[in-house]
Structure formats: structure tokens, C-alpha cells
């Protein structure tokens, strides 16, 4: 948003006029909005903070306030034990247990943030040390590329360890100061108060010490019993044999006195990593440099910021040789869905910049919602005019989901569905769908599913592409972009492919266009 205001773009932003926009530069430039600051004079702090709980809405939060005297978290807990709340008018059984999985959710959630949110705080840091620093990586679950993340760990090896502390506990973003010594400091940073562990490693233990703090537990569990049924002593100090360091400069050497090839970081989660290193059956995973496109982009047309010549010019500077605008259909209209006018203009668009700008392809998609009773928002007539269709859930989330995206994926142009459990991070517990079995018949009428790469959804999750993978299913990662920027997103879906054990050969993205195996083209043949 920060990046579009001192662009002058505000207001290019479907729903945003003059006055929203005056408003949002009148926050950036000062942190706050007068007329917010207005509003909620004299509302309990802990009240507003009770609007991140899912499945809570301003409607009932205030019946509570006023009814029951709800004024934060504790409060609401009382009075959903002691029955009080669902006494209320318009509540009930259904809608407090609903509350209930909302509390949870947020309580789980506030502990820990999303893997996209974490990654660009990890790397300022990094990038900021790195003069000072021989090595310097992260570990812990972001290493390891998990969707969420606690405190992050972050290691490093230099010559000048006193140096690197300083400049680290120094850094502009850094909020509170919890610890500080000769080898280690906590911080707290300003953004989302994440908390931020460095160490200064010695270089002769630096690949020991990378490999136990990247973890996981139970991926360290078994590494440890395997090293005393060497004999051997495994720590984040190196790899022992009675009192002698035998390995720990590497991590490569951590595992090789172990017998095993070295472990990805994302596979170390004991889910039969090691004994596929063990067979030297570990696959090779699919990585940044095989990605030939994205295939879920949003343009002007529906409610993306950026116009088609421009998403094009950057995918091609990211390498792409093809980029998929994937833009809404006439149903979402709050998104600015397109109507078949809409999307032959749009279309016709793409033509022309595709006869003058050379190197990269611009594909026809289309993101086509699938309606109440299955069937899809456009008539086939135009699904087929287009290069390929992203089918998607975009309303009622609690309505025959199974069967409607069954139903979509009988239509002979639909290639892919979209974010198929629509869960959010932040706290959606996605659509009411029975996973599995879409997935079986996925395999069965050859569609793909996608990995959304979105940072609140990674939809489907890491356990989900594997049981894909293992079934047959293609994936397809589509970032979602609504501008240029979030295209980098495509670094977080390629995280989820690698914890789901892809490669190459698993993922839509590494073929060339003319070689993308989508399903309309394989029904053809």
C-alpha cells in the first residue's frame, strides 16, 4: 500500500476514491487516522483486539459489550462457560461453539505468523549483517519453510563476534533488547513483536549447530538414535566419538558419518526423510530455477492493481516464459468480476501484447467461479476460447462444497481448482470439504489442484501435495498477485511443493507452455 501511495496510485485501486485515499496517506505519514483515533475514544483496549477472533462479528461483539459488560478476552471466556452468551438474543448452542473454535484459532494463531510475513523480516536482518558475517542462515521452522513460525533463529559465523551482536541488537527495527551476551542475543522487533535469536557460531561447529537448530524435533529424535547406535554423540557442537569431534563444519558432514546424503531442510519434518536417505531414494526436488510461469495473476480488469503490459514486462524480468492472468468471473462482482464483454476486451488485450512484447507468453485464464449447484459461472463456449480455467469456491463455503467442486471438475475445460480447502491462515478454517475425496477424483478425471501461494493460504498445505503427489495429481502453483510485488510469492508455494516431496515432474510450472500437460490438452488426444 506504502509502495502505491508514493506512486500516486491510490486511487487506481477498485474501491478506494479520493476521500479513503486521503485517509490512508494521512495514516501512513503519521500512524494514526483522526477519525479512527475519533471512533474509538473510549472503547476497552482489549474490546476492539477481540475482532481478530474468527467467527466473531462486530454485531455480537457489541450485544456482549453492552448486555454482559464484555470487555477482553477473559471476559468473553466467562461468559460463554457460565451460558450467559448464548442466552442472548439471536445467539445459540451452534453459534457459541462456534466462538469457541474461533477463541482457539486465534489463540493458536497469536503465537505464531505466517511463513510470508516472517521471510522479509529474516531477510533485512540477514542482509544487514551479512558485511560482518562469513555465513549467516536461519534456522528453525522457517528454514525448514513451515507455514507459520514462532521465534526465529537465525545463525552466524564471523571472525568479529562481539561486532555482529552489537550491530544486530542496534538494528532500526529492533524494539526491546532481551538479551545480550558475547555469542547470542534476543531481540524483539517492531514488526508483529516477533521475537528474533541470533548466535555467533564458532566456524568449526557451524554446520552442527545449523542442522540442530533447523530441526525438526522428531526429524533430531531419530538423527540421535541413529548416532548412538554408532557409538557416536550428535549435538549442536558437531558429531563425537568418545571425546573426539569427528564432524560439525558442515552440515553435509553432519549427516555423511551418519550414513545418509544430505537432507533438504524442508524434508526434515520424520515423515520418512531418513530412511529414503538411507536407501538414496531421497527425490530431487523441484527448485526456484525450474519455474517456467505462474499461473494465477490478477490483472486491472477484476480487482489487481497492475495492467496486463506491466505484469507482463515483469514476469519476463523474473525469467517466466509464461504468466496466466487469471482475473475473476461475473459473479464476484465485489471483486470486480468480468462479464463476457469484460473478458473478451480483456483477451483481445492480451493479443496485442503478445504480437509485441517478444520472450514470454501471456496466457487467457480465468479464476471461474463455481456456483451453488456446480456449475460454472461462464458457458462452456467461453471456457474454450480460453487457454485454461481455474475453477474456484468463492461463495457459500458451508453448501455442498464436495459435490459442487466434483460437479466443476466434470466440465471438460476446467484444468485446475483453486485453493481447494479455502482455509486462511489467519484464521478461516476453510470451506466445509471433504479433502480426500476431491482428491481421488481429481486423480480420476486428471485435474489439477493448485498450491495457492498467497501467504495467508498455502492452499493445499504441504501434507495434502504429498498425498497428491502420491495419488498422481499434478499441482500448479499460482501466486494470486493482485500486483507485480506479490509475484515473489511464488517462493513460498515452491516451499510447500518442496515439504511435499515434488519434483520436477509433479508441478505444472516446470513444463514449457506448449508441454503443460493440462487436462483439456490430454482429453484431446
Not at 502505491?4 to 479513503?20: A, D, R, S, Y
Request: charged share 35%; aromatic share 6%.
Amino acid at each position: 500500500i506504502e509502495e502505491l501511495w508514493k506512486n500516486g496510485k491510490l486511487e487506481e485501486i477498485p474501491g478506494i476514491g479520493k476521500g479513503m485515499a486521503e485517509k490512508i496517506e494521512e495514516y501512513l505519514k503519521t500512524g494514526k487516522m483522526k477519525k479512527y483515533e475519533e471512533a474509538i475514544s473510549g472503547i476497552p483496549d482489549g474490546l476492539l483486539e477481540l475482532l481478530n477472533i474468527p467467527n466473531l462479528g462486530p454485531k455480537t461483539l457489541s450485544l456482549a459489550y453492552k448486555k454482559l459488560n464484555v470487555k477482553n478476552l477473559d471476559d468473553l471466556k466467562r461468559v460463554i462457560e457460565d451460558g450467559s452468551l448464548a442466552k442472548l438474543s439471536r445467539m445459540g448452542e451452534k453459534k457459541v461453539e462456534n466462538i469457541k473454535k474461533g477463541i482457539q484459532l486465534y489463540e493458536e494463531g497469536t503465537s505464531r505468523i505466517p511463513l510470508g510475513i516472517a521471510l522479509p523480516i529474516v531477510e533485512e536482518i540477514i542482509n544487514s549483517l551479512k558485511n560482518l558475517t562469513e555465513k549467516i542462515a536461519p534456522a528453525g521452522s522457517l528454514r525448514r519453510m513451515k507455514e507459520t513460525v514462532g521465534d526465529i533463529d537465525i545463525l552466524a559465523t564471523g571472525k568479529d563476534h562481539k561486532k555482529i551482536i552489537e550491530k544486530f541488537t542496534s538494528l532500526p527495527m529492533v524494539k526491546d533488547v532481551l538479551a545480550k551476551g558475547e555469542t547470542k542475543a534476543s531481540v524483539i522487533v517492531k514488526q508483529h513483536n516477533l521475537q528474533v535469536d541470533l548466535r555467533v557460531i564458532d566456524k568449526g561447529c557451524y554446520g552442527a549447530a545449523l542442522q540442530y537448530f533447523t530441526g525438526s524435533k522428531a526429524h533430531n529424535i531419530k538423527l540421535r538414535g541413529m548416532a548412538k547406535e554408532k557409538g557416536l554423540k550428535i549435538s549442536e557442537y558437531g558429531v563425537f566419538k568418545g571425546d573426539k569431534k569427528i564432524a560439525g563444519e558442515t552440515e553435509e558432514e553432519v549427516y555423511e558419518v551418519l550414513g545418509l546424503k544430505w537432507i533438504p531442510p524442508e524434508l526434515r519434518e520424520d515423515r520418512g526423510e531418513v530412511e529414503a536417505a538411507l536407501k538414496d531414494e531421497l527425490p530431487v526436488l523441484v527448485k526456484k530455477e525450474d519455474i517456467k510461469g505462474d499461473f494465477h495473476v490478477h490483472s486491472k480488469y477484476s480487482d489487481g492493481v497492475d495492467d496486463i503490459r506491466k505484469i507482463a514486462e515483469f514476469a519476463k524480468k523474473l525469467g517466466y516464459h509464461y504468466i496466466g492472468i487469471c482475473d475473476h468471473s461475473k459473479t464476484s462482482k465485489i471483486a470486480g468480476g468480468l462479464d463476457e464483454d469484460a473478458l473478451k476486451r480483456r483477451n483481445e488485450e492480451i493479443d496485442r501484447i503478445n504480437e509485441e512484447i517478444k520472450g514470454i507468453k501471456v496466457l487467457k485464464g480465468m479464476e471461474v467461479d463455481i456456483l451453488q449447484d456446480g456449475s460454472l459461472d461462464y458457458p462452456d463456449k467461453i471456457l474454450e476460447e480460453l487457454d485454461f480455467v481455474i475453477a474456484a469456491i468463492h461463495q457459500g463455503f458451508k453448501k455442498n462444497v464436495t459435490e459442487r467442486i466434483k460437479k466443476a471438475m466434470e466440465n471438460p475445460f476446467v484444468d485446475i481448482i483453486a485453493h481447494p480447502t479455502g482455509r486462511l491462515l489467519s484464521g478461516r478454517e476453510g470451506y466445509e470439504v471433504r479433502i480426500e475425496e476431491i482428491m481421488e477424483y481429481a486423480a480420476e478425471m486428471g485435474v489439477a489442484l493448485e498450491i495457492n501461494a498467497y501467504f495467508d493460504r498455502l492452499d493445499l498445505n504441504d501434507i495434502n501435495v504429498l498425498k497428491a503427489k502420491k495419488m498422481g495429481i499434478k499441482l500448479a502453483i499460482g501466486t494470486d498477485a493482485h500486483n507485480v510485488g506479490m509475484l515473489r510469492y511464488m517462493d513460498l508455494g515452491i516451499g510447500v511443493a518442496r515439504r511435499g516431496w515434488l519434483e520436477k515432474e509433479n508441478l505444472l510450472n516446470t513444463y514449457e507452455w506448449e508441454d503443460v500437460p493440462l487436462r483439456r490438452r490430454r482429453t484431446k488426444k
